[in-house]
């Protein structure tokens, strides 16, 4: 219990103290002109009140990461307390502040497009296509996750996306209307359905973990386990070494590149500049509460870490099966069906907004207006027919799987522009190369190790070609900021 309040207390005091540090290092002015008042269409740049844009914006970031990857990940052990903390104070948090102040500044450009400014027309490119197909499997995940959620609710069959599973009438309803509202939401002006609506299911997320919170405080049956050293704990710890896969297991708890993308779409809605610390950096370390509740209950619940990685074998890996259990014993049916509710609108306010991420991150870099109804659903219909091929033909292990290295990849990427972006202020390096420098080998790591990519048995060579990568990266950036000083100076 001690280590759990104190990495609670840390988090909390940090958006304080580090969070009013990051607006000092890029020097918020609360007298610019925001976006959504230079550039108002009635569609995507819509002024909306700073409560309303927090909770969006945690809804967006948040969806099944911080509940699914938080009890999966805790099967690590109560190493993952201390991720969650670090990685959320000095990573996620500073990751989904800075990149979002630079979109603000930017005019809500999407990620691609700050990226290019900063790393290259080359990245552009390259991240255009990459964000963008990000997008699209979160939207898929995103859209098959809530169909088996609520089809496990009403003991339907199990949802089995693979090319060749069955199907139940059921679940294709289920999908279909998932779906539809998908479309809606992405084709819709913002203030019509995530404005009106997604505050209160942020009220629900908010709830669920607060419950959950209160379980763990006040009910004596569950004892946190204590953070005594950095031994893994996992079933398997020869295939699944806590560095790399512990940081892509728990990603949006700790940091995630899929906000990055999110961001954007609030840039374009805030009406004043002081708004960023609260939206940005406040919604991820709310994110980061969440999964530090998550993980804790993980590990209280089953009676230890030893418990739950039993209870992950019995359940085959569903981490929405062991929410179910664990909300329903510890909070009663009626309670635990609010909180089922609240999973699955995380996922699904995750994934319209991915949907909704991926068409403005086509448009800017196609040049097509959005103002137009015509030309969104000429840029949706591509995007949603992509996201039900890859649901139909890939198992949701496959998915997840892709979904975690491009994720932590995605982060990577940002963190470097956001290293060029501090060195072109001339302040604050360190605060994203250190960042950028441990993203970068958990990622060149990962390809190496992780038996869903390439696996090599030698966990020495595996490291060092992870290392041999991040160098090469660290030189080439280098190079990239020096020659940019040579030229500023000429």
Partial sequence: MITFLVCLALLIGAYFT???????????????????????????????????????????????????????GAAYGPVAFLWITLGGIFMGAMHDFISGVISLRQNGASLPEIVGSHLGNGVKIGMRLFSAGLMVLVGAVFLSQPAE??????????????????????????????????????????????????????????????????????????????????????????????????????????????????????????????????????????????????????????????????????????????????????????????????????????????????????????GLEQHTLRKRIYICIPLFALGLLIIFALPFQAMWSYFAWMNQTLAAVTLWMIVVYLRRRGRGLLVGLIPALVMTYVCASYVFVSPLMFGMANRTAAYLLGGAVTLGILLVMIFKLRREHVEGNS
């Fill in 18 to 72: 580090y969070g009013r540090y990051l607006e000092r290092l890029v020097r918020i002015d609360p007298a610019a002109e925001t976006p959504c008042s230079r550039l108002y269409d009635g569609v995507d740049y819509v002024p909306l009140p700073r409560w309303r844009i927090f909770l969006i914006q945690l809804l967006n970031i948040a969806g099944l990461g911080p509940i699914f990857g938080a009890v999966l």
């Fill in 149 to 366: 959620l609520i089809a496990n609710r009403i003991d339907a069959p199990s949802l089995e996306v693979t090319a060749f599973g069955d199907f139940s009438w059921l679940l294709l309803i289920i999908l279909g209307v998932i779906l539809i509202y998908y479309i809606a939401a992405t084709l819709l002006p913002v203030d019509k359905i995530i404005g009106r609506f997604y505050p209160i299911f942020g009220f629900a997320l908010l709830f669920m973990a607060l419950s959950i919170l209160f379980v763990l405080l006040f009910d004596r049956e569950y004892v946190i386990p204590e953070f005594t050293s950095f031994r893994n704990c996992i079933a398997n710890p020869r295939d699944f070494p806590i560095v790399p896969m512990l940081f892509t297991t728990i990603a949006c708890g700790a940091i995630s590149g899929f906000h990055a993308t999110q961001s954007p779409l609030m840039a374009r809605c805030m009406r004043n500049e002081r708004e960023s610390r609260s939206v940005f950096y406040g919604a991820m370390i709310s994110e980061s509460i969440i999964a530090l509740i998550w993980a804790a209950i993980g590990m209280a619940f089953w009676g230890g870490v030893e418990g739950l990685n039993e209870a992950i074998a019995t359940y085959k890996g569903q981490a929405g099966v062991l929410v179910d259990v664990i909300a329903t014993k510890t909070l009663g049916r009626v309670l635990a069906g609010f909180v089922i509710f609240g999973v699955v609108a995380c996922a699904i306010t995750s994934g319209d907004t991915a949907f909704r991420s991926a068409r403005l991150i086509v448009a800017d870099f196609m």
